[in-house]
Structure formats: structure tokens, C-alpha cells
């Protein structure tokens, strides 16, 4: 799976090892045209049977994730005592790139000074619950500073009921 911020790809890979050991691991983002235009390259242990890496990738010039999703990555992790086969894929960004996905639950329309709340779900790209989370709800009027309504955390199933007084 891959997360993009800023610039930033944080990267989730799982292997499959037929035998543990250390190596050097190689990741690079490629475009549509197999250019690269990340690259990095990390000492890495794996241990035998399944696994994940996880790194971050920096992208030199940050993308839009519109553009994103037509680039691939491509990883290969060497052992460094040349003995066993190397691991190595090619994945859509598309394929593993997690976008968050929010749900807004609540009346359409509010009465000035009352109390209000709206349930917030908060799931990826896949409808996979995002566990862990804050959340800040802020009210935008023109050419005011803007309001904050509530600050707080998404529960263990990515929701939270955010309560606040107009």
C-alpha cells in the first residue's frame, strides 16, 4: 500500500522469503514512459516467509495524485550474500495508492445557536476503515478568520460524532 503527502510516498511492501538474510533494497517510481523520478536505495532484513517493508520514497518534484496513479513502482531486494534469488515487482501506483475517503452524515440545514452533530466515517479509496485519525472541523465565512468547530479523534472503526454549537 502507499500513501502520498508532499511529495512524500510511504510505502507498505510485503514479501514472500524463501530463506531470511540482509541485502540492499531498491525502490524506484517510474513514469508512464519508465523514467525515473525517485529513487532510493536502503540496507534491509527479511526474515523467512512473508513480511513488509516499509519506506518512504521523496519525490524531487511533487506530483498531483491525478498524475500519480499512472506511475509505478518498481522494488528489488538483493541478498548480500548473492546465494538466494532476488525479490523484486512492479506495482500500479493506482493499484496500492490509499486516498482518504470521508462520509459526512448530518441535517442539511441548522438553526443559528443551537446544538448540532454530524458523524464522520472515515474510510480509504477501497472502503477500508481508517483506524487511527484526528479530525478538525472548521467554519469558513469570507474574509474571516475561520472558526474551529471541533477538534478530536477517529475511533477504532474511523468514526466519530462531532458535536458543536453554530
Do not use: C, M
Not at 515487482?89 to 490509499?98: A, D
Amino acid at each position: 500500500s502507499a500513501t502520498y503527502s508532499h511529495g512524500h510516498l510511504s510505502l507498505a511492501i510485503p514479501y514472500r522469503a524463501a530463506s531470511a538474510g540482509s541485502g540492499h533494497l531498491t525502490l524506484e517510481l517510474l513514469d508512464p514512459e519508465d523514467h525515473i523520478l525517485a529513487h532510493v536505495t536502503r540496507y534491509a532484513r527479511v526474515s523467512e516467509g512473508k513480511g513488509s517493508w516499509q519506506r518512504n520514497l521523496r519525490l524531487e518534484k511533487p506530483l498531483p495524485v491525478e498524475d500519480l496513479v499512472w506511475h509505478r513502482l518498481r522494488y528489488r531486494f538483493e541478498y548480500d550474500s548473492g546465494d538466494d534469488e532476488p525479490l523484486e515487482g512492479i506495482e500500479s501506483v493506482s493499484q496500492i495508492l490509499r486516498t482518504p475517503v470521508i462520509h459526512i452524515l448530518g441535517q442539511q440545514s441548522y438553526v443559528a445557536g443551537s446544538e448540532a452533530s454530524v458523524r464522520v466515517v472515515a474510510t480509504d479509496s477501497k472502503n477500508d476503515v481508517l483506524e487511527a485519525g484526528t479530525l478538525r472541523i472548521e467554519l469558513l465565512k469570507d474574509n474571516e478568520a475561520p472558526r474551529v468547530l471541533f477538534e478530536g479523534s477517529l475511533g477504532r472503526r474511523g468514526t466519530t460524532e462531532a458535536q458543536f454549537r453554530f
